[in-house]
């Protein structure tokens, strides 16, 4: 038996190895669950980089790039059989990148195609709201387009409720990070997020006011209180 000092330094070392098996414990649970994670890329999320980082580790991706025979996560047999996990982002800001990544023409042959469809040459971005709500009010065709597409439309189920799925949220402090934790990869894998908007426009009260209408659901069920 311990007692006295040495009672305590057991204690302090038993603490130590306990507190250093957990996250090892957490990673290996992880790491046995991969197969049955369902990692959905949801536009204009970092999503293409999270992904190519969850495929090098087994881990299916589906993807949002919507050419024939699509399917949205809704028409899969499965989802109920697997855990799926997306990232989603304040619609504000989601919004600026999807019009910066099309006002540079977007990343393939069907963004440059929906660029030459929905934009014009020098239209601001308060502009840009403004003439699509005119034209279409709260469901204008803007929102079809894959990277515009409201988040919940991508994750809902046939019956319009919300699938189950563990969300991680773009731009919170170390979401990156937290993912690769639950999903059981090492912190030390490093996810490169590319086609970054740098440039920035500020939005007028009037957009975001359309902004809140064209995303309700968004702000809803994953941005309640901003």
């Given at each position: ?52 980082v969850l495929a090098k580790h087994g881990i299916e991706i589906h ?115 937290d993912l690769l934790r639950y999903v059981g990869i090492s912190l ?39």
């Amino acid at each position: 038996m311990f007692s006295g000092k040495y009672q305590s330094l057991r204690f302090f070392f038993l603490k130590k190895k306990t507190n250093a098996a957990k996250p090892l414990r957490f990673l290996i649970a992880a790491y046995r669950r991969r197969n049955q994670i369902l990692f959905f890329a949801m536009p204009r999320t970092s999503s293409g980089s999270i992904g190519e980082v969850l495929a090098k580790h087994g881990i299916e991706i589906h993807g949002h790039r919507r050419r024939p025979g699509y399917k949205f996560l809704r028409d899969r047999d499965d989802c109920k059989n697997v855990q799926i996990i997306s990232v989603v982002r304040h619609p504000y800001s989601r919004f600026l990148s999807a019009y910066f990544a099309l006002v540079k023409g977007g990343y393939n042959a069907e963004d440059k195609e929906d660029a030459l469809k929905f934009m014009k040459t020098g239209e601001s971005v308060n502009a840009f709201i403004s003439r699509h709500y005119k034209a279409g009010g709260n469901s204008p065709d803007l929102l079809s387009q894959r990277h515009f597409t409201p988040q919940f439309d991508y994750l809902k189920d046939i019956d319009g409720r919300l699938l189950p799925v563990r969300l991680f949220v773009f731009g919170q402090k170390d979401f990156t990070d937290d993912l690769l934790r639950y999903v059981g990869i090492s912190l030390r894998v490093t996810i490169t997020q590319k086609h970054v908007t740098k440039k920035n426009q500020e939005l007028s009260q009037s957009s975001k006011d359309i902004l809140q209408l064209w995303y309700e659901r968004d702000f809803e069920f994953f941005f309640k209180h901003d």
